[in-house]
């Protein structure tokens, strides 16, 4: 089974950590793919989780690679679009990987949630 990628800049942890519990028996049924500290999170609120690196240190570059291998089935990136990130490359990269493979790609709780009740 493909796994969905969550991932949230830290202005968005505590958001994507109330999203995951709301749609908690979508997530128990599929593998979580997280970025580290996004991943701890989510293991502090009972998920399972397979922990890549943190963002700035390789992590959205990790799940990018995935997507490219047909592993994730979705992301769901509650991203900052304010903030400035240094790993910012990598980013675009993830983003650009997910519309190249046809990967739904969720950046809010809208478009979040329709990944959550609609992918199987």
Do not use: Y
Request: proline share 6%.
């Amino acid at each position: 089974m493909k796994a969905i990628a969550l991932i949230a800049h830290d202005g968005k942890k505590a958001e994507l950590g109330v999203f995951a519990v709301r749609f908690k028996s979508f997530f128990e049924g599929v593998p979580i793919v997280a970025t580290s500290t996004t991943g701890a999170m989510l293991e502090e609120k009972g998920f399972t989780v397979e922990r890549v690196a943190s963002g700035p240190k390789g992590g959205d570059a990790q799940i990018a690679a995935r997507v490219a291998e047909g592993t994730i089935s979705g992301v769901i990136f509650f991203r900052d679009p304010m903030g400035k990130h240094p790993h910012e490359p990598d980013i675009n990269m993830l983003l650009r990987l997910c519309d190249v493979h046809n990967v739904p790609l969720a950046t809010n709780p809208a478009t979040a949630e329709l990944i959550a009740r609609h992918i199987a």
